[in-house]
Each structure stands twice: as structure tokens, then as C-alpha cells.
């Protein structure tokens, strides 16, 4: 094991990394979002059931609202968010950034790393997508890289796992 | 201790528990908590019942049939018996086992080298009759199941205590505790030589010097760390709830009634301000009751180089012993009202603390500043990050204060304008706006001057925020990495938040509206150019026992 690996210490901080999502994130995320709203609205019908309230006007903006808001959000988050997740695994560091009005670029050297976690939702799978996320020692520290592609994601699964092994100490 | 050897437990509940790796073959005898907690147990499960048994007794008293809530209670006192008759330990060369359930028996295993701290936790029912609970921290003891000793007796705890951290000095695994560099052999040879060292500590325990230097004159500081507040508001959430949820409850309460009809015959202004006068002495007076019950006689002092031991409180007492090359830093608070009085108080920043503390230790309750900054300091081992010049954020992160007030008076407004055009605002309440206008700027401003952040060799030093300010000192060898985050106008001013992750503590130590280079510039000197040597030097004097 070199220094680097049992220290924590990296050789090179990567601001911007390159790898990105499956071309495939940008329609998942768009059913994502209607999925979500759909939901939300269904839930805004049931209370004006409930409430018998078919023609107030409270109620209708609301609904009025929430259509609006969600037209806005599916038309311009999942290419948004398209343009900004990237992810970058290099020898000693794990990279990745996520958002879209509020971006986060995440950092964590290997020999930190835990657990290494695939995820794939009912929807993921339609789209034949991956999210892996990996944990390390801080509650606040896990790092998700969204939206890849089913081979793609595995390769780095097992590329991580092998290397969380070879490396004990976790700053605890 | 009262120790009771069972032999042919031991291999029952290698069958039926969990297995435990390394201690298979163990002889060590399992031992079992003091006897006298057949007393508490008994006791604590009636107070926990005695509720339902005052309503039993009333019903009882009109002719109902309560004999359930009798058995109920009977069943309690029994499981609390059976606990202590299920629960039995040990601890090996290698392991803390602890066993315990009736039903579904199971051991808990730990290894002695992920031991972190010991904390002696002695309610006022177990000081009557000379008891304490120990809870052993664990490095992994974040949501998990902790180590609990229920029931040791007072006169067994140094021992015990001694013997539980026997096991950091041998503690070779973790790379981040550069000291530990030379892991003792686990063998049986180990044993004897931990046996003589877990009696030394023991001795050496009384030998530190205190020097938190608390004095009960320091509980005046209590009213301003606004416990009292929280308590209060606690309070007034349970009340709104009884209000909403249970058809008003609280106006059909006779002496609740009379208090409003009282109210009702005040004029308004009177009225604000006798309710401000008793609010504020309400909070006071629980603050202050809760400051000196949890921390009257406030000690700390070091037995050794890497053991710190923190006692306090009054009827319950509390006494903390850890390893201290598991400290990641330090956080002062000084809260805009304890700032006011000059006072402030002093956290650790550790791992391996247990659930309950959530990896923050009180190592100087609200007391005067310079205490509590000549003990973050001795905790430290280093007052450079304490008192050195913050670098500052720039004029964009100083307008990004103001506009941030500004957002907050707006949704306060929009909330008073809703508020009028449903009729439950008085027209007179926008006079408030006159006050809460020059306060958000006076905040803003306060804020803007908390605001700065330092890179100290091996130190990374953060200080924000007005109403809650926190200096934080976090050695950059338990930072695990950085979140760099932007929101939209972040971007656009060139600003971002930076968080530095790490296993210690609240886990997220942030720097707000930081130059986004400088963020970058921070993550590269702690990720990578921070060479192990310069570490070494600067974090562990004191600490670093190794040849």
C-alpha cells in the first residue's frame, strides 16, 4: 500500500471532471419529475374531494400553480441537470458533480471510502440505469454518482470495491 | 465486581448469539452487573408506570376494575428483574461481550481497539444506592448499538474504566492516529502487562490537575445560552398541539381560563409587557436550573498525555474518560447573548463519543471568554487557531449578508400582508417593521463580521454566523473530503459553501460564501499537498507516544 493510500492524500484535486450521465438520464429524470408532480396533484384533487371545494378559487390557483411550476421544472431540470452532473474516478480520489440550480462537486479520496452501494428503482431499470453511491466514515460524506449506464456502472463498482478493500483506516 | 462463572453459557450463546470472532475459544469468565440493580430496576419501571397507576387508582376509587394496569406494572418490575438476570459480561484479551435478552438472546461483540471513550452516566436512583452505568463509545457508535454497563458499583468503576481502555494503547489499525505506531502484541502475554497498566491508570486517574477552573458564580451566565428558550418553546409546541389536536383542551382547563379572563381585562400594552417579564424570567429560571444540574462541579484534567477525563452535574453525574488521539478539534460558541456578557462555552470535536452526545463533548460550559479560551487551548494543545487573524470573504460575500437579511424581512412581510388580508392582523403590527428593519441590518452586519475562515498548518479554522457564532478549529488530518456547493446566486456572486466532511462530531463543518477559488485552493491543500510529516509535527505533540 502506498502513503497516499493509507493518509488519505491524493495526488491530484480534480475540479472538473469528465465522465457524465448515460445519454439516457435526461428522459429518466424527465419522467422522474412527472412521476413526482403527477403525485403532488393527485394529492391536491383528493383535498378538494375531501373539502368538496371543485370551484374555489384558492383551490383551482393552486392547481393552476402547481401545473405551471411542474411544466417549468420537467421542461428545464433533467437537460439542466444533463449539463451539469459529472463524475471522475481517479487512482486515488472520487469526484463527482450534482444539481442543477444548486450544484455540488463532491471529493473524497479513496482510502476513505466504506461501502460502495448500486441502487436501481423500478424506473432505473425501464432505463437501464445505475446509481452508484459510496459512503465513507462522515454521515455527510457519501458521494452518488446518478444515472449510468447498467455496464458503466458496473465496471466502477467493481473498480471501488476492489479498491475500499486494499485500504484500512477510515479517520475514525 | 461480583463475578458468577457460568461455563456452560459460554458456548450456549456461541450457538444461539451472534458468533464473536476471536473470543471463541475464550475462558474468560462472564461476570454480571451488581446485584443491587435488582433494586433500581424494580423502582424505575414503577416511576415509568406511575401515570398509569395514579389514573388506575383514581379509576379504581369510582368503582372501575384496573387489576390489567396492576398486572401491566407487575409485568414491568419482572422484565426489569429478568434483564439483569439475562445480562451478563466479559471482557477478554481481544473483546467487550456483553449478552443479554431472555427470549432472543444475543451477544454484542466488540473489539477492545475500536474502544474510544468510557462515559459514567449516575442518576440520582442509582448514586442512592452506589451505582453508575457505564457506556463504552465505540468508533462505530454512530446509530449503533451501544456498549451499556447498567449497574456497576461506584467502588468498581476506576477498574473497570482502566481495564475498558486498556485496549487503545494497543490500538494499531487506525492509519489517521499517527501515535499508535507500535501495536502491542494481543497475546496472553499482553494481558499481564495491561493488567499492571490498568492499575497504574487507575492511580493516575486522581493524579490530573483540573483546570477548567468553574465556579458557581458562572451559572449567571446561564439565562443568556437560551436553554431556557428552547425549553420554553418546547413547551408551547406541546401546548399549541393539546390546542389544535385534542378540540381545545387547553381553553377548557378551568385555571387556563381564568388566566385568559384575567389577560382579557388588561390593556394590550401592559399586557406585551408583563407577558415579555414573565417569559423571560420563566426562561431564566429553567435555564439557570438546568445549567446547575448539569453542570455543577465541572472538572477536567488530563492523567496522561492522550486521556482526558471531563466530570459534572449535580444530582446526576456524569464522567467522561477518552482517548484524546481521537479529538479532531474544537468549537467555540459564543451565541450573540452570551457574547454580550463576554461569556462563551467550548465543545470537543471527537469520535467515538456514543449516540447520546452526538460527538460533542462540553469540555467548558458557558463560563467567561478567557476560560474558555485557555481551555480550548490546553485541549487543543495549541492557541494559534484560537486567536489568529480570519481571512475575510470579500465584498461579495459582505453584500450577499445584506440581500440575505433583506429575503428574510421580505417573506416576513409577505407573511404580515397575507396575514391583514385574512383579518387576523391588527393594521398598528406594521409598526413592529420599524424595529425588525435596523435589526436584520445590525444582524447582517454582525454576521459579515463573524465571517472568515484560516488554513493553519494541519489547522482548518471557521468562524460564522451572529446568533449561534461558532469559531471551529478541525485538524485537517480527520477531514475525509469537501462538498463544494453552489447555489444559483452563489454562482453568480463567485461564491460557494464549502464543507469539509469528517467522522467526528456534527460530521459537516461549512464555510459560508467562501471565494470560490480560495474553496478550491483549501481542498487542495488539505486533499493533497499536505505533506504527512508536516501533520505529524504539528497535530501530536503532545500526543505522539510513539519511539
Known amino acids: ?172 | 465486581m461480583t463475578s458468577h462463572p457460568v461455563p456452560d453459557d459460554a458456548e450456549s450463546a456461541e450457538r444461539s448469539g451472534m458468533p464473536s470472532p476471536g473470543a471463541d475459544a475464550d475462558a474468560t469468565p462472564w461476570r454480571r452487573l451488581d446485584p443491587r440493580m435488582l433494586l433500581v430496576h424494580p423502582v424505575r419501571e414503577l416511576i415509568r408506570y406511575l401515570p398509569v397507576l395514579l389514573l388506575a387508582v383514581v379509576a379504581g376509587s369510582v368503582g372501575g376494575e384496573p387489576w390489567w394496569t396492576y398486572v401491566l406494572s407487575g409485568l414491568g418490575v419482572v422484565v426489569g428483574l429478568l434483564r439483569w438476570v439475562t445480562t451478563s459480561y466479559r471482557i477478554t484479551d481481544t473483546h467487550v461481550q456483553v449478552r443479554r435478552g431472555f427470549l432472543n438472546r444475543r451477544t454484542l461483540s466488540v473489539p477492545r481497539e475500536r474502544i474510544r471513550s468510557v462515559d459514567v452516566d449516575a442518576s440520582l436512583l442509582h448514586r442512592l444506592v452506589g451505582l453508575a452505568v457505564v457506556k463504552v463509545g465505540t468508533s462505530a457508535s454512530h446509530g449503533q448499538d451501544g456498549l451499556d454497563f447498567d449497574g456497576v458499583a461506584v467502588s468498581e468503576i476506576p477498574g473497570l474504566r482502566a481495564e475498558l481502555l486498556r485496549g487503545i494503547e494497543q490500538d494499531g489499525t487506525d492509519a489517521t492516529a499517527p501515535s499508535d505506531a507500535a501495536p502491542a502484541p494481543l497475546d496472553g502475554g499482553s494481558a499481564t502487562r495491561g493488567g499492571t497498566s490498568a492499575s497504574a491508570m487507575a492511580d493516575a486517574e486522581a493524579a490530573g490537575r483540573d483546570f477548567s477552573g468553574w465556579r458557581w458564580s458562572w451559572a449567571r451566565f446561564a439565562p443568556f445560552t437560551l436553554t431556557g428558550v428552547g425549553s420554553l418553546l418546547a413547551a408551547a409546541f406541546f401546548a399549541l398541539q393539546l390546542q389544535f389536536f385534542d378540540g381545545g383542551l387547553l381553553v377548557r382547563l378551568p385555571i387556563v381560563r381564568a388566566g385568559l379572563d384575567a389577560a382579557g381585562r388588561v390593556p394590550p400594552v401592559e399586557l406585551v409587557l408583563a407577558g415579555a417579564i414573565v417569559l423571560i424570567a420563566a426562561a431564566s429560571v429553567i435555564a439557570l436550573a438546568r445549567y446547575v444540574l448539569s453542570y455543577s462541579g465541572f472538572t477536567i484534567w488530563r492523567s496522561d498525555a492522550t486521556t482526558l477525563h471531563v466530570r459534572h452535574g449535580l444530582l446526576r453525574t456524569r464522567q467522561v474518560t477518552l482517548d484524546e488521539r481521537r479529538l479532531r478539534g474544537v468549537s467555540l460558541n459564543e451565541p450573540l447573548s452570551l457574547r454580550a456578557v463576554g461569556a462563551a462555552s467550548v465543545h470537543a470535536i471527537m469520535t467515538g463519543l456514543g449516540r447520546d452526545r452526538a460527538g460533542l463533548l462540553v469540555v467548558e460550559p458557558a463560563g467567561p471568554r478567557a476560560d474558555g479560551m485557555r481551555v480550548a487551548s490546553a485541549v487543543l494543545g495549541d492557541a494559534e487557531p484560537l486567536t489568529c487573524e480570519l481571512q475575510r470573504h470579500g465584498p461579495r460575500a459582505h453584500r450577499r449578508r445584506y440581500t440575505r437579511a433583506a429575503t428574510g424581512v421580505a417573506l416576513l412581510a409577505a407573511a404580515a400582508l397575507a396575514a391583514q388580508a385574512l383579518g387576523y392582523l391588527h393594521p398598528l403590527a406594521w409598526t413592529a417593521f420599524a424595529a425588525i428593519v435596523p435589526a436584520a441590518c445590525l444582524l447582517a452586519e454582525d454576521r459579515w463580521r463573524g465571517l472568515g475562515h484560516a488554513l493553519l498548518p494541519g489547522r482548518l479554522v471557521t468562524r460564522h454566523g451572529s446568533l449561534a457564532r461558532k469559531r471551529v478549529v478541525l485538524d485537517t488530518a480527520g477531514i475525509i473530503g469537501f462538498t463544494v456547493r453552489r447555489s444559483f446566486f452563489q454562482r453568480r456572486a463567485g461564491l460557494a459553501t464549502l464543507i469539509a466532511t469528517t467522522a467526528a462530531g456534527r460530521h459537516r463543518y461549512s464555510i459560508p460564501d467562501i471565494p470560490v477559488d480560495e474553496a478550491w485552493r483549501i481542498a487542495d491543500e488539505v486533499l493533497v499537498r499536505t505533506p504527512r510529516a508536516v501533520e505529524l509535527a504539528v497535530v501530536d505533540p503532545a500526543r505522539d507516544s510513539a519511539p
Open chain 1, 1 to 172: 500500500m502506498t502513503a497516499s493510500e493509507s493518509t488519505g492524500r491524493i495526488a491530484l484535486l480534480v475540479r472538473e471532471p469528465s465522465g457524465r450521465p448515460s445519454p439516457r438520464a435526461v428522459p429518466f429524470w424527465t419522467w422522474n419529475a412527472i412521476v413526482g408532480w403527477v403525485v403532488f396533484a393527485c394529492l391536491q384533487l383528493a383535498w378538494m374531494l375531501i373539502a368538496n371545494a371543485w370551484s374555489s378559487p384558492p383551490h383551482l390557483g393552486g392547481l393552476a400553480l402547481t401545473a405551471l411550476v411542474a411544466v417549468v421544472h420537467v421542461s428545464v431540470m433533467p437537460r439542466w441537470r444533463y449539463r451539469v452532473h459529472r463524475w471522475e474516478i481517479t487512482d486515488d480520489a472520487v469526484c463527482v458533480r450534482s444539481g442543477w440550480l444548486t450544484q455540488e462537486t463532491r471529493v473524497a479520496p479513496i482510502a476513505r471510502l466504506q461501502t460502495v452501494d448500486s441502487r436501481r428503482g423500478f424506473l432505473h431499470r425501464i432505463y437501464g440505469l445505475t446509481t452508484v453511491t459510496v459512503t465513507t466514515a462522515s454521515s455527510a460524506g457519501a458521494l452518488s454518482i446518478h444515472a449510468l449506464d447498467d455496464a458503466v456502472a458496473r465496471d466502477v463498482v467493481a473498480a471501488l470495491t476492489a479498491v475500499a478493500q486494499q485500504t484500512p483506516g477510515d479517520a475514525t
